[in-house]
């Protein structure tokens, strides 16, 4: 009778050794998860079989997103180069100047902007879809002047030009602005293509500015002064595109020369 107690304990310590075995086994075919809980989100770590990589679930009420490979981040399509042509819009709105503003009418298939985009930031919104599109870049702008006797002078108050009898084959100013613009950017991806939208503002310091002329025998002159152009000033922009291709159109709000010292135009 003695023997019958040792025969049990040795049979319960086979079956806890087997089951401890069998438990063990069992952890190593199981993946490794934790829960990770944020506010009103849970976040689930799940370690694959043999292997350190690891899937990462956000879980919301009852909505599951999986990150990784089927998330993309918010990639702008704005910057790069730019090309425009400049005009002017009296406070009138009209395109057509004054007779005592003629001599700044330009040419206008001369008068061109050249932007360049040098640093941009895009800050998503809703996924790929809208996001905050800001950089900072340079912006040239050309005024070719239609009448090419007429030079503008910067020894005054107020902006003045002399009449020179001698006729310039090229007669411009050029500015030279700092460019830091600030915009939603909305995507409308299709099958083969992306369609974009952008809408925002832009401000901009001005760094130089130029007048220059070029004779008909080929002589140049340049006189770089301020000729009473607004430091600072800010603006509206619209553009739309197709994948890296866009066409932009810009509206300087704040007046191209500063106030009472030359006209009221707005680029």
């Known amino acids: 009778m003695k023997i019958l107690p040792i025969i049990v304990a040795l049979l319960l310590t086979t079956f806890y050794m087997y089951g401890q075995a069998s438990a063990d086994t069992l952890n190593q075919d199981m993946p490794d998860t934790t829960y990770i809980e944020l506010k009103n989100k849970t976040i689930i770590i799940i370690e694959k079989i043999g292997s350190k990589e ?50 700044l009418e330009l040419e206008d298939s001369r008068s061109f902007e050249i932007n360049l985009q040098l640093i941009d930031i895009a800050i998503p919104i809703v996924k790929d879809r809208i996001g905050l599109v800001s950089g900072l870049g340079i912006s040239w702008n050309n005024y070719r002047f239609e009448n090419k006797t007429h030079v503008l002078q910067n020894d005054s108050s107020v902006l003045y030009y002399d009449t020179i009898n001698q006729d310039f084959n ?46 008909t025998d080929g002589d140049k002159e340049k006189a770089k002064e301020d000729f009473h152009l607004n430091t600072f000033r800010y603006g509206l922009r619209a553009q739309v595109g197709v994948n890296s ?16 010292e030359g006209p009221e135009l707005y680029q």
Do not use: Q
Not at 245 to 260: A, E, G, N, Q, R
């Open 170 to 215: 090229k007669n411009k100013l050029t500015t030279t602005y700092l460019m830091a613009p600030l915009a939603l950017e909305f995507h409308f991806p299709s099958a083969d293509k992306e369609i974009w939208v952008l809408a925002g503002a832009f401000a901009e310091l001005k760094m130089g500015s130029y007048v220059k002329h070029v004779t």
């Open 245 to 260: 291709w866009s066409i932009y159109c810009s509206y300087t709000m704040t007046p191209l020369f500063k106030k009472d």
């Open 54 to 103: 690891s899937n990462i679930h956000h879980e919301k009420g009852d909505h599951n997103e999986e990150m990784g490979t089927n998330s993309r981040s918010f990639e702008s399509n704005f910057g790069g180069f730019e090309f425009g042509l400049n005009g002017y819009l009296t406070p009138e709105n009209s395109f057509s100047l004054s007779e005592e503003n003629r001599y």
